[in-house]
Nanobody, 123 residues
Framework: VQLQASGGGLVQPGGSLRLSCAASGFALDDYGIGWFRQAPGKEREGVSYINVGRKFYADSVKGRFTISRDNAKNTVYLQMNSLKPEDTAVYYC???????????????????WGQGTQVTVSS
């Protein structure tokens, strides 16, 4: 099982980025995938989650971020619009140990993690 996160970078406030999480060693259909972020000195927090038929978002990103997946490419995306300086963090994708609902925000519920991609929002 491998997860490869990419797409981070430096963007001005109000800009957009699309993160990708390329999965290998398993089929996306069978598992939920979460996006997390961690800023310096802060705990890792859940940003968004997707599994079959369900999507969840943290309140801080609702209406600005959109999670999606392409089963043919075995890839999950996080489209981030209207970015703010407080979105600056290292972003990680992770595979849940099982299908989740209300517990999607908890990192211990994820068995595999990608390496992270840096997102910096600054003018």
């Amino acid at each position: 099982v491998q997860l490869q996160a990419s797409g981070g970078g430096l963007v001005q406030p109000g800009g957009s980025l699309r993160l990708s999480c390329a999965a290998s060693g398993f089929a996306l259909d069978d598992y939920g995938i979460g996006w997390f972020r961690q800023a310096p000195g802060k705990e890792r927090e859940g940003v968004s989650y997707i599994n079959v038929g369900r999507k969840f978002y943290a309140d801080s990103v609702k209406g600005r971020f959109t999670i999606s997946r392409d089963n043919a490419k075995n890839t999950v995306y996080l489209q981030m619009n209207s970015l703010k300086p407080e979105d600056t963090a290292v972003y990680y994708c992770a595979r849940a140990a099982r299908l989740l609902s209300s517990l999607w925000r908890a990192p211990p519920n994820y068995a595999y993690w990608g390496q992270g991609t840096q997102v910096t929002v600054s003018s």
